[in-house]
T-cell receptor
Framework: GAVVSQHPSWVICKSGTSVKIECRSL??????MFWYRQFPKQSLMLMAT?????????EQGVEKDKFLINHASLTLSTLTVTSAHPEDSSFYIC????????????FGPGTRLTVL | DAKTTQPPSMDCAEGRAANLPCNHS???????VYWYRQIHSQGPQYIIH???NNETNEMASLIITEDRKSSTLILPHATLRDTAVYYC????????????FGQGTRLTINP
């Protein structure tokens, strides 16, 4: 159990276009989902926390108008990178939690975004 | 900021026990110690977590010192597939608190 999927696993897009990444909890209900990004040879950096049915909470320095997060159901959260530029090229990873005390987060396999 | 300190890299021979240390001297009473690992180009994988007692599961053992200021993750019989970056994270047990990743330890298992 506790499987989290992401789609797509990789995407290449042109500069200026928008890209949507989906994160799904397949066998549990995730009241809270987290979005991270990871640049080469660096650690994961939390971008935002999203709770089902409410607005996401963004970490300092992350532009909420550029990285749109929607968590419309207990099993799906989406991250849309708007007007993507080459510096947005990164590995985007989501995680999901039931929100109950002590519950560990389960991570998706990640999405590799390359902006040309 | 990450509340843990780990060596940047370690090597271990295949078949031997890999012991990964972690310092968390500012840990508070409500915080658990979590360990995750990340194999290249994959999402992190949960390994184990504990509060103050030693823990063991099918993947690893976690030894936490009595003062809880440090811990050691033990992979009893390391295989080549255990080569990964291992992250030690302290996290409050209340609700779905975010995980703050440090730089971790890059463990290389050598044949």
């Amino acid at each position: 159990g506790a499987v989290v999927s992401q789609h797509p696993s990789w995407v290449i897009c042109k500069s200026g276009t928008s890209v949507k990444i989906e994160c799904r909890s397949l066998d549990f209900q995730a009241t809270t989902m987290f979005w991270y990004r990871q640049f080469p040879k660096q650690s994961l950096m939390l971008m935002a926390t999203s709770n089902e049915g409410s607005k996401a909470t963004y970490e300092q320095g992350v532009e909420k108008d550029k990285f749109l997060i929607n968590h419309a159901s207990l099993t799906l959260s989406t991250l849309t990178v708007t007007s993507a530029h080459p510096e947005d090229s990164s590995f985007y990873i989501c995680s999901a939690s039931t929100g109950l005390a002590g519950n560990e987060q389960f991570f998706g396999p990640g999405t590799r975004l390359t902006v040309l | 900021d990450a509340k843990t300190t780990q060596p940047p890299s370690m090597d271990c021979a295949e078949g031997r026990a890999a012991n990964l240390p972690c310092n968390h001297s500012t840990i508070s009473g409500n915080e658990y110690v979590y360990w995750y690992r990340q194999i290249h180009s994959q999402g992190p994988q949960y390994i184990i977590h504990g509060l103050k007692n030693n823990e063991t599961n099918e993947m690893a053992s976690l030894i936490i010192t009595e003062d809880r200021k440090s811990s050691t993750l033990i992979l009893p019989h390391a295989t080549l597939r255990d080569t990964a970056v291992y992250y030690c994270i302290v996290r409050d047990i209340q609700g779905a608190q975010k995980l703050v990743f440090g730089q971790g330890t890059r463990l290389t298992i050598n044949p």
